[in-house]
């Protein structure tokens, strides 16, 4: 009966990691409140196993990713054409059973809508299970432009394989994290999603690859948002800023509630069998 104990304590040990909440906050960081800076979609984020891959630069983008970059489509409210977050999973082959997405319908305290310079906002997450969904992924359309967007060209590692959260605990966009879809070309007098008077579908369409879209963003400066205000040159853009001296936003990550991991409800009785078998038994060998 000794190697019993060991035996149920391994099957314990070796049961899936228990659901874990993850509280994320992201942080608008392309001018101060309220100082005309650049906007963000609604952030579309998926927890997977590897095996999403939403986009690659030098590629054309996928349909969602298109959808995504050009008039942010995931966040119904905003184009009134419906949500389609599911085919951005499905269409790289995400397998199903091993990701868990979403649209975070809000950064902001008045629902979903996009997020404005200097605007913060926090959301809780449950990864219903870590070791499965280790990696994180996110996409976000940069707005008013044509088809620029952030997003993760390759997946950020959140948990091990044990499920354990390994961070990091923050991550911070520049410029060089803007890309371009390659799917319309940049023009603010033309097809511009959430310009003021513009109709975001009438761009012109590019039919190229996915590249890096910081050289892209000035040009959009001075422009008149549907929301009421101009884009200002927050961070010195036409005067040369690079792009790894641009901040578009931070999203950091702090783990709320790891779920403890529950003993089976057999194991529960076969230890508390054992116990009283062992108390049964010294109780004997007293006696005798």
């Known amino acids: 009966m000794k190697f019993a104990i060991p035996v149920i304590l391994a099957s314990v040990l070796a049961m899936p990691a228990a659901a874990t909440t993850l509280r ?14 650049f906007a963000l979609t609604p952030v579309y984020a998926a927890f997977h196993d590897g095996a999403f891959d939403a986009f690659d630069v030098g590629s054309a983008a996928s349909g969602g990713v298109e959808r995504l970059a050009e008039v ?3 966040a119904p409210g905003l184009d009134g054409n419906g949500d389609p977050l599911p085919s951005l999973v499905d269409e790289r082959n995400a397998a199903t059973s091993s990701s868990q997405a979403q649209v975070f319908s809000s950064f902001t305290p008045t629902g979903r809508r996009p997020l404005f310079a200097g605007e913060s906002d926090t959301v809780e997450v449950t990864i219903d299970d870590p070791t499965d ?10 707005i008013p432009t044509n088809d620029l967007f952030i ?42 999603a959430f310009a003021a008077g513009q109709n975001g579908g009438a761009g012109t369409d590019e039919g190229g690859v996915i590249t890096a879209g910081f050289d892209q963003l000035a040009q959009f400066i001075g422009l008149g948002t549907a929301a009421g205000f101009t884009i200002a040159d927050t961070q010195g853009l036409l005067g040369g800023t690079s792009a790894s001296a641009f901040s578009v936003a931070t999203i950091s990550f702090e783990v709320v509630q790891p779920a403890p991991i529950p003993l089976p409800a057999g194991g529960l009785l076969m230890l508390s069998a054992l116990g009283l078998g062992g108390v049964a038994a010294r109780r004997r060998k007293q006696r005798s």
């Not at 994320?24 to 800076?37: F, K, M, R």
């Open 24 to 37: 994320i906050t992201v942080t608008n960081d392309t001018g101060a409140l309220d100082s005309g800076g």
């Open 72 to 74: 942010g489509q995931f």
């Open 133 to 142: 969904r280790r990696f994180f992924t996110f996409l976000s359309m940069v």
């Open 151 to 192: 997003g993760t060209d390759d997946a950020l590692e959140l948990f091990d394989t044990g499920g354990n959260f390994i961070g990091p605990n923050s991550i911070s966009i520049t410029g060089a994290g803007i890309y371009d879809a390659g799917t319309e070309v940049n023009d603010p007098t033309t097809g511009v």
